[in-house]
């Protein structure tokens, strides 16, 4: 059995900034017929938050669909459906998929190849967990109306069954044990005896601990909470506390003796029932928000990095993405011929042109990568384990000292910025050190450097710009228009500076003082991912796929053809070559020029 809970990060994907020429040769005007968009096939791996299986065949619920394995985790296929999958459960020979949206729930009756919805009366749009108790189908929604809901008919229609559960106690996760389920959450953990026709609090010895997990074996249950995991070996009357490390563990599983546990950072395992915890290897640096165990083989799926195998027990992992495509994309630079893609799947490069993709390594592993630099002949990488340096095309990288998980990076003469939070850091001396450079009244949401001024977008305190290398800052711009949006991107055509926003681009030709909408022909209300200059063409990446400008932003035309729909939110965009790269949700588009 599995559950677990959701510790995801709402982000917005950032924009690495092209500037506005890298090299003299005279750029051409780009022709919107001759733009069309090509996948790149990759297993770039990325956000899984299930995984369970039926027979030789294994499900992952990822954030785009749901893919499938039969061989192990060798490779994967991703099925048919679009949705993000949060939960999975096996109910006879059918597949139940829940998800965040409309329809919530999903059901296939021939192993993932189609999938129905399933949801009637299942009044939640968020469904965090499923489980399975006879002939009875339980869900636990979020969002909407939330609870604990039933189907007693193979998922045709639903109910809500939460009697005696308080609302602010809803439960997150569920495991069946005999004939009792047992609901966790915010309350601590909830029992039915009676198929959730009514529920009462079990919660003696977990002293007000939040529950995002449960699972049971040899009659003990388990319980994953904020601090460590629980046990209970009297059904659920009273609870102790293992000797497992004190950290939030999301997801839970039993094989016989052995306990899994997944954290927001590795994997825990017990080869006693919870008496003593050892911390796996090879999973560092991915939240492990589903787990399973099959005999000594073990499945972690896992948020960014995707899914890994163990199957010596639990002891070490390594991953397994070949043909899981999700990485959400979030910025491109190039080195020469060699390509650096920066996703929350990782970071990645190639030298064939965006043919064919390799994994970097960040030390031990591949972290979340937000923020991509040059300055000389080194490669800058900002990512959720701090700020890395390649100064051999990224065949090795070095962790720079005293950084943050930098989400942004720009090189202002000989020294780098990057932004975190609401904080201004420097480097100067290209990213081994770095310093708090200045400090912003708001979450900084855009970083740019033009000529000698440094240029930030704020989260509803406007733009601010700064000519004494970040030292202090002063607002650029007292239109409402950019005072009370959300600047995600700059860009420079000549002596223009565009700024990509929710509501819209908009230019200043006076470094900021007043700015102009130009966003005609983007529809209104599209929301502003990205911008990118190659001369005078500039890229617009949207939610509603890629808009190109060559008359300085006063008309924009559409350039999307070859996006499907999973393709539309484009987060990142950058001209290399002849070529300009799109990043999507689900992965790396690119188009001839």
């Known amino acids: 059995m599995i559950a677990h809970s959701r510790f995801f990060l709402a982000f917005i994907t950032l ?31 990325g956000g899984l938050n299930a995984v369970t299986s039926l027979g030789n065949t294994v499900f992952a619920g990822a954030n785009n669909g749901v893919f499938i ?21 096996v109910f006879g020979s059918k597949i139940f998929a829940g998800c965040d949206g409309t329809p919530s729930l999903y059901v296939s009756g021939d192993n993932g190849s189609t999938w129905v919805p399933s949801a009637t009366g299942l009044n939640s749009t968020f469904i ?45 996760c569920l495991v069946v044990s005999g004939n009792k389920i047992f609901g966790g959450g915010p309350g601590g953990v909830y029992v039915s005896a009676d198929n959730g026709n009514s529920w009462t609090a079990t919660n003696t010895g977990l002293a007000g601990r939040y529950v995002y997990s449960l699972t049971t074996s040899n009659g003990i249950l388990f319980a994953g909470t904020d601090s460590g995991v629980y046990s209970s070996a009297n059904g659920g009357a009273s609870w102790t506390a293992t000797s497992s490390p004190a950290l939030g563990i999301q997801s839970l599983t039993a094989a016989g003796n052995n306990v899994y546990a997944g954290t927001p950072f590795t994997v825990l395992y017990s080869q006693d029932l919870g008496a003593t915890w050892t911390v796996s290897t090879g999973v560092e640096g991915s939240s492990v928000l589903g787990i399973q165990a099959n005999g000594s083989t073990v499945l972690a799926a896992t948020d960014p990095l995707g899914m890994f195998i163990s199957t010596d027990g639990g002891k070490q992992f390594t991953q397994a993405n070949s043909g899981i495509d999700d990485p959400q994309v979030a910025a491109f630079t190039n080195a020469g011929n060699t390509i650096f893609m920066a996703s929350y799947a990782g970071l990645f490069t190639s030298t064939d042109a965006g043919t064919t993709w390799t994994a970097a390594k960040l030390g031990s592993t591949n972290f979340s990568t937000m923020a991509l630099t040059l300055i000389g002949n080194a490669v800058i990488a900002g990512t959720a384990g701090g700020v890395y340096t390649s100064t051999d095309m990224g065949t090795t990288w070095v962790q720079s000292k005293n950084s943050m998980p930098l989400d ?27 310093n708090v450079a200045g400090q912003l009244p708001a979450q ?12 930030v977008g704020t989260l509803g305190k406007g733009i601010y710009m700064s000519s004494d290398n970040g030292a202090t800052w002063k607002s650029a711009t007292s239109d409402p228009n950019i005072l009370q949006t959300l600047t995600r991107g700059f860009a420079t055509v000549g002596g223009s500076l565009f700024a990509a926003t929710e509501n819209g681009v908009y230019v200043s030709s006076d470094d900021g003082t007043t700015w102009t909408p130009a966003h005609n022909g983007i529809p209104n209300n599209t929301d502003n991912y990205c911008i990118s200059s190659d001369g005078s063409n500039i890229l617009v990446g949207t939610g509603n796929g890629v808009y190109l400008s060559t008359d300085n932003g006063a008309n924009w035309t559409s350039v999307s053809n070859g996006l499907s729909n999973s393709d539309l939110y484009v987060y990142a ?18 188009s001839p020029i």
């Open 444 to 455: 900084i949401t855009a970083l740019a450097a033009v000529g000698s001024k440094l240029y």
């Open 128 to 172: 965090l967990n499923l489980a399975v108790s006879g002939n009875t189908i339980f869900a636990t929604g979020l969002i909407g109306t939330p609870g604990v809901y039933a189907s007693s008919d193979n998922g045709n229609n639903w109910v809500l069954a939460n009697n005696g559960i308080p609302s602010m106690s809803n439960p997150q």
């Open 15 to 45: 924009a690495l900034l092209a500037g506005c020429s890298k090299h003299n040769d005279v750029i051409p005007v780009f022709a919107p017929s001759q733009i069309s968009w090509k996948q790149v096939n990759a297993s770039f791996g």
């Open 408 to 434: 942004r990076l720009v090189v202002n003469g000989n020294n780098i910025f990057g932004s975190f939070n609401s904080a201004v850091y420097m480097s100067a001396d290209k990213g081994v050190t770095w």
């Open 69 to 89: 394995t039969t061989n192990a985790g060798g490779s994967w296929v991703k099925s048919s459906l679009q949705a993000r999958v949060l939960s999975l459960a």
């Open 573 to 590: 965009i950058r001209v290399i070559g002849n070529k300009i790269f799109a990043g999507t949700y689900t992965g790396v588009l690119t």
